[in-house]
């Protein structure tokens, strides 16, 4: 199973993503979880991404799409994936088309996370207070400005991917249950 989980921040597409794993067996490639890991290993990437992360804004498009193209080639994604964070723009999702086209592969579907902004808010504050702050871009200014980025760069990815006729509209304001329950109801179509 080939897939992209979509939604603004605080959707829950983590949470999900993480269920999709033990369910197909599949990785899952968030490409936020990549930079955090490369911020604490201070490597060049993780240094350049630091500040940028911090105010919720996006890294540039090949650091990303680097990341990606070195994940699709390991031996775990071999059988499949999800993708969580990533692409957040259009030209992120086109270097993706341009990657899978080479790799001779193909996207079994997009689950977009469809939820309300004001309970999104209510959801990061909440995660934020439980991480004990260990998230920098989990602050209310920041996840303003996180939500305003998806809203103008990543939500017209949900038209692009529509005209490929692979996007699963789910609900992702019902429970955690309920929400995994639409999407298997939906890749199992
Ligand atoms: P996430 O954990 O997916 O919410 O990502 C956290 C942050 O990492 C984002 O707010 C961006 O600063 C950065 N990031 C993660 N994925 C991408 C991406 N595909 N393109 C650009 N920046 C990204």
Redesign the pocket.
């Known amino acids: 199973m080939r897939l992209i989980i979509m939604g603004p921040?605080g959707a829950g597409k983590g949470t999900q993503a993480q269920i999709l794993v033990e369910k197909y067996s599949i990785p899952q490639l968030?490409?936020?979880?990549i930079?955090r890991a490369a911020i604490e290993a201070k490597t060049p990437m993780g240094l350049q991404a630091k500040e940028?992360?911090a105010r919720?804004?996006?890294?540039p498009d090949e650091v990303?799409c680097g990341i990606v193209s070195e994940r699709l080639d390991g031996d775990d994604a071999k059988g499949g994936f999800v993708l969580?964070?990533?692409?957040?723009?259009i030209a992120?999702a086109e270097e993706l088309d341009a990657m899978m086209t080479e790799k001779g592969i193909a996207l079994d579907a997009v689950i977009s996370l469809e939820v309300d902004a004001d309970a999104l808010v209510a959801r990061i504050k909440k995660r934020a207070a439980e991480s004990g702050g260990s998230r920098a871009?989990d602050n209310e200014e920041v996840l303003r400005n996180?939500l305003d980025v998806y809203g103008e760069l990543t939500e017209p990815l949900i038209a692009y991917y529509a005209k490929q006729g692979n996007v699963k509209h789910i609900d992702g304001m019902a429970s955690i249950e309920d929400v995994t329950a639409s999407i298997a109801q939906e890749l199992n179509k």
């Open positions: 921040p968030s490409t936020g979880d930079l940028i992360m919720g804004d996006l890294v990303v969580d964070g990533f692409p957040r723009t992120q871009d996180r």
